[in-house]
């Protein structure tokens, strides 16, 4: 740790990654979010860990594509 901060290695940094990618633990497993090679929690106030509720939220994950989807076809007009 350093001033307060955890710091990783490459290894301990690429980890999750490589699971996600390699693993046959989480074959099939889509739409999740994961921290440290496990699936992350929700996110607790004044913690830097975990997903945010807005994050997982159908709504917003809706409304994001139509904005995406709005901004592509003006740009392609």
Known sequence: ?????SIKS????????????ASPLVE????????????????QPGF??????YAIDPENALRLWRVSQNMLN???A
């Open 1 to 5: 740790m350093l001033w307060g901060v």
């Open 10 to 21: 490459i290894e301990q940094g690429a980890a999750t990654s490589v699971l996600l990618a």
């Open 28 to 43: 099939g497993v889509s739409g999740r979010y994961f921290e440290d090679c496990q699936l992350a929690g929700p996110t």
């Open 48 to 53: 830097r860990r975990g997903v945010a509720a």
């Open 74 to 76: 003006e740009e392609t």
